[in-house]
Structures are given as C-alpha cells and as structure tokens.
C-alpha cells in the first residue's frame, strides 16, 4: 500500500504525530511512503526535526518513485483537509494503518491451513507471508457463516469516535466463506446470500469458493497421508470421481447424515435430487463406500485441513485441483484481494 504524507501535514504543529505515523509505515518497510519533497516542505519545522535517517529514508523514496515513474495512487492520504474517503487526518490514519488486515474466516484454526497454502505456492513475491510473519495480516474466527455480519458489525462500531460517517472506509478485512454448494448450479442457502448482500453493502472484499468448501480443493496426493486400512475402500471410489463431483462431495459425512445406529437418513433418490443427479453415474458399491465419510479420522475438521501444509502439496497439485490456468484461478483472485489490503 502506498501513504501519502499532503504537504499540509507538515505544516500542521503535530510533530509527534507525523513521527508516529512515519515510524509506523516505513518500520520493516510496511507501507511504500510518498512525500512530494519541493524545497518548502524541506524548510518546515517537521521536516527539520525528523531523524536524519529518516529524512534520507523520504528523499530516497521520492527518487526511486519519481524515477521509475511509478504511478502516484495511494490508498491513504493523510492531510489537514479532508475531501475525499481516502483522505484521512492524523488520528485515522493512525488508525487505519495500525491495524492488521484482518482475514474473516467461518473457522480461522482449520482454515488457515488452506490461506497460508495459497500465501506460499502461489505469492511469487513473498509479500502476503511477509505481512502474516510481522503480525500484520491476521486470521479471524467469526464462527461460522451466521455471526459473520455480527462479528463485522463490532469491527464496524470500534470506529464510532472516528469522525467519517461510513465507518466502513476504516475497515481492512477480507472475508473467505464456503459456498456449501451440493452441486455447481446450486443457488447459496439463504444464510449466505444474507452475509453476502451485507459484505457488498459495505463494500468489503470477499470470496465465495466456487467448490463446497475448503477441504474440496486438497491435492489428490494428499490423501496418501491417510494410512489407515479401514479408509481404502473410500479412497478407491473418491479416486473414481470426476473432477465436478470431487468438487462438492461432503468429504467428511459423504452424501447423507447418519442415523444412531449408522443408517443414512437420507436414500439414495433424496441424494440425487439434492445434488442435481451429479452422482447418479456412481456405482451403488462406490456410492457407499462414498457415504461413509472420513469424519472418523480423529477430529476431522481439525485434522484434515493440516493436509495443506504437508510435503505433498506443491503449487502444480493445487492448481491442477482447483481447475483453472497459471493465469486465472481462485488462488490468484484470493491473492489479488488480500494484497490490495496490504
């Protein structure tokens, strides 16, 4: 991200302010800082006062923008008068900037695995694992898609003393939700389609995944960690699956939950009319051994995520699951959205 310190800013009595703030961008080069350096700027009282370094640190970042005549856009302006929202005064500017992007997931412990998998085979610059390494990028527990919007909501009312109307300006989030599809064309469940119409109102990036969830986008090599002999039998059919209905299985209870004494609640004419007939090509044998699920492997939602972070993963497994190009994919879109935070 880039911050622009207005000239204004140095003619204002806040030394300690403009201090703090200039500390707070360039420590470990958190923010690309831009101050268009003319000779009055120079000649202010602030200007002289800065540490040395830190005068020098200015100057060269001024050259080294001005001569690769990088576009000047910041995301954050901080000036005296304010005019438009990425105008911000001192006090939210500290703010704004001291805050760690946070990531918005329905279960940050498990999903998490999936992210940092994303951060390290497919960032090419290191930067979203940079940022999560200095505590700048932070995973949030929202439990579950239903609180999401409160949990959103408090992060929204924690800038009520800050004086922009649309407290949403203040926010750096990004929200990663399941789509808990059963089949591609399925509509979202009226939960989702809630979270999402209130994330869009107040404009915060977001990402639905186009799979059921998560643990649909694990390399089919992965599943050789799974070692236990009674899982073969679900191995062989999940392996004969084609990529659409790998897509939106249920891994962890397969098509139907159990009854007490294991018996699916649901027959199989129930399955195929909720999954639009995606399995119906399966045959009765692959199908039940598919019912069974993988829920018994230890606890399955804290288990199965760790997949990602195993040997097994590379970034041409992963991409070869999620189904898109070197160029286009859900991995590179998630990236693109969390880096425009940053």
């Not at 069974?292 to 991409?319: A, E, H, R």
């Amino acid at each position: 991200m880039m911050v622009e310190f207005n000239n204004s800013i140095f003619d204002s009595n806040n030394f300690k302010g403009v201090n703090y703030l200039l500390q707070l961008c360039t420590y470990k080069s958190r923010y690309k800082v831009f101050v268009e350096l003319t000779e009055n700027i120079k000649g202010t009282s602030i200007f002289k006062n800065l540490n040395y370094d830190d005068q020098q640190l200015l100057i060269q970042e001024y050259n080294s923008i001005i001569q690769s005549q990088e576009a000047i856009n910041p995301s954050c302006v901080i000036c005296e008068n304010l005019s438009t929202d990425q105008e911000f005064n001192i006090e939210e500017a500290i703010r704004y900037l001291i805050q760690p992007v946070s990531i918005i997931l329905e279960n940050s412990k498990n999903d998490s695995y999936f992210l940092k998998s994303i951060f390290k085979h497919f960032d090419t610059t290191g930067n979203t694992s940079r940022h999560l390494d200095n505590g700048w990028i932070q995973f949030e527990n929202a439990g579950g898609c239903d609180n999401i919007s409160n949990f959103l909501e408090g992060k929204l009312q924690s800038f009520n003393s800050l004086p922009k109307a649309n407290k949403s300006i203040y926010l750096r989030c990004f929200v990663l939700m399941d789509s808990d599809k059963l089949h591609p064309n399925m509509d979202l469940s009226p939960t989702k389609q809630k979270t999402k119409n209130f994330i869009e109102t107040h404009h915060i990036p977001y990402k639905i995944l186009n799979k059921r969830s998560v643990e649909n986008y694990l390399p089919i090599e992965t599943y050789n960690q799974i070692t236990n002999s009674s899982f073969d039998n679900w191995k062989a059919s999940f392996y004969r699956l084609t990529d659409n209905q790998k897509d939106f299985l249920n891994i962890a209870i397969g098509f139907s939950r159990k009854n007490g004494n294991g018996t699916p609640k649901k027959d199989r004419n129930n399955v195929n009319g909720e999954t639009n007939n995606l399995y119906d090509s399966l045959s009765q044998q692959d199908y039940d051994n598919l019912n069974q699920g993988l829920s018994q492997i230890g606890d399955f939602k804290t288990t199965f995520p760790t997949f990602f972070d195993s040997n097994y993963v590379s970034n041409t497994n992963l991409l070869e699951r999620e189904g898109g190009t070197e160029v286009n994919n859900e991995f590179l879109e998630i990236l693109q959205k969390i880096n425009d935070l940053l």
